[in-house]
């Protein structure tokens, strides 16, 4: 089964289609990305401060995003990604400028070109109505659960978040996020990060949520509609911190989604203990009113199908693997979808390490069953550079984690998870790379681990298990 392939809904949905641009012409870092058409290398973005309205009787949406930015060299235009929305105006630095689009692409033009090094902000008005865009993983973004209350979920990943708002969109330009939102009274809000402000305007009301991340635009997420949620306290075993984390759930389900989602303090004790201080302010999980493939981890706030609640915790090593990538995949980002298996190899591990940790299968009965499952398929994949159409193939994902169970295996319990830690630390809130992973793992190893990962990344063939050890999972 795969794992966060971002086929957001199973009922049918209008679709726009997304197409590569003329950025894939550009060169230098965009032409060695596997999706060129997205983002832009000519800046980094700083923060986006996002005001929205939704009405859901019509499923319309009036934004104005407010983005600062830094220019990483003289910029003659400013490229977003936004789809399916119109641009009513923008400015940039305070003056009205022209705009242009292309495919999915916004252009800005400045009156003169933007200096390199110069900070800079844009000024949005823009709207529309929303919906997932047409990706090669299906219809991702912006969707409507098709509930009596008019409900709507974003479940971006990859290619998605253009849906909803205009964006640089790469997994490494990653900035703070507020947003306002305001919907008809009665409906609720949920966004990434801390509610700060809730203010009733009458036959309206507005939220607004403040998440200092650093987020990359395809895990900010919002949620409206009509939920139950309770609020619970977990602690945070590397740091002693209590952390306030909220779930938010249809009420008719809330019976079973309390049971489904209950051990969250338990993981985030046993995750810290394995991978470190907890990287954000907040945790919680939604549960939307539809059917999802697949549950997303967007960051802070990963959302579940109503199908992934059953009340007898059948789809629990999923709400494992969502916690796990707030560290990895969330706190520590992408460079590039090219590097997938950073992000989907260790949240799979975290599955197996909490499936160890509660009693259930080791994580080394799963790896050795794992094993001998992708030792009868084929042999095709190199995981550390699966190709863009492959970055969600299931092989990414436990043959990743076999390669961390390797390293585990070869290791040693104590320098694994010291090692594990390390890798968040040395990259929390920042983007990094399998180059870099396999030096850092280089540091942590009295033994070269360069050849075993290298043949478990890189090679085509299925390496060999090394034999079983003691295991005892930390803490
Ligand atoms: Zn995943």
Redesign the pocket.
């Known amino acids: 089964m795969t794992?966060?392939t971002r086929r957001a809904l199973i009922r049918g949905a209008a679709l726009a289609p997304l197409a590569a641009t003329a950025a894939d012409r550009l060169t230098g870092p965009a032409a060695e990305r596997y999706f060129p058409g997205h983002g832009s290398y000519g800046h980094h973005t700083t923060s986006y401060d996002l005001s929205l309205a939704y009405d859901p009787a019509a499923g319309t949406l009036r934004g104005r995003a407010r983005i600062r930015a830094v220019a990483a060299r003289p910029l003659p235009e400013v490229e977003l990604d936004l789809a399916r929305l119109t641009v009513r105006s923008a400015r940039v630095d305070d003056i009205e400028v022209r705009t242009r689009t292309k495919r999915h692409k916004l252009l800005l033009t400045p009156p003169r070109p933007l200096a390199e090094g110069a900070p800079f902000t844009l000024d949005i008005s823009y709207g529309g109505r929303p919906g997932p865009v047409r990706t090669p993983f299906g219809a991702i973004g912006w969707d409507r659960t098709g509930d009596a209350h008019g409900g709507t979920l974003v479940a971006a990943q990859p290619l998605g978040a253009p849906s909803w708002f205009p964006c640089n969109d790469r997994p490494d330009d990653k900035a703070e996020f507020v947003f306002r939102v305001t919907v008809p009274r009665g409906h609720h809000v949920l966004a990434n990060g801390a509610l700060t402000e809730r203010s009733d305007n009458g036959a309206t009301e507005s939220w607004t949520y403040h998440h200092s991340g650093p987020m990359a635009p395809y895990l900010a997420a919002l949620y409206t509609g009509r939920f139950g949620n309770d609020t619970w306290q977990a602690r945070d075993t590397a740091t002693g911190r209590s952390i306030t984390g909220r779930n938010a759930y249809p009420v008719r389900l809330s019976h079973r989604a309390r049971h489904d989602l209950g051990r969250q303090p338990a993981m985030i004790e046993a995750f810290t203990g394995w991978f470190g201080p907890y990287p954000f302010e907040t945790y919680g999980a939604v549960v939307v009113d539809a059917d999802l493939d697949?549950?997303?981890?967007n960051q802070t706030l990963p959302v579940f199908g109503r199908n992934h609640i059953d009340g007898e915790r059948t789809w629990e090593t999923l709400v494992a693997?969502?916690l796990?990538?707030q560290w990895y995949?969330n706190s520590v980002s992408l460079r590039d979808w090219r590097d997938i298996w950073l992000?989907?190899g260790f949240?799979?591990y975290g599955e197996w390490l909490w499936s160890e940790h509660t009693g259930e299968d080791p994580a080394d009965a799963i790896a050795r069953r794992e094993w001998a499952r992708l030792h009868r398929g084929p042999q095709n994949l190199r995981i550390g550079d699966p190709g863009q159409d492959r970055i969600f193939d299931d092989r990414v994902?436990t043959r990743g984690a076999c390669a961390l169970h390797a390293l585990r295996l070869t290791t040693g319990d104590e320098r694994f998870f010291t090692l594990l830690r390390g890798w968040h630390h040395a990259h929390r809130g920042r983007s990094a790379d399998t180059p870099a992973f396999l030096a850092h793992a280089a540091r942590y190893t009295p033994q070269t681990p360069e050849p075993l990962l290298h043949a478990w990344l890189y090679d085509k063939p299925l390496p060999p298990l090394p034999p079983p050890r003691p295991a005892a999972v930390r803490p």
Not at 294 to 297: A, D, K, L, R, Y
Request: glycine share 6%; hydrophobic share 20%; with cysteine.
């Open positions: 794992r966060c697949e549950p997303v981890e693997h969502e796990a990538h995949g992000n989907e949240a799979t994902y």
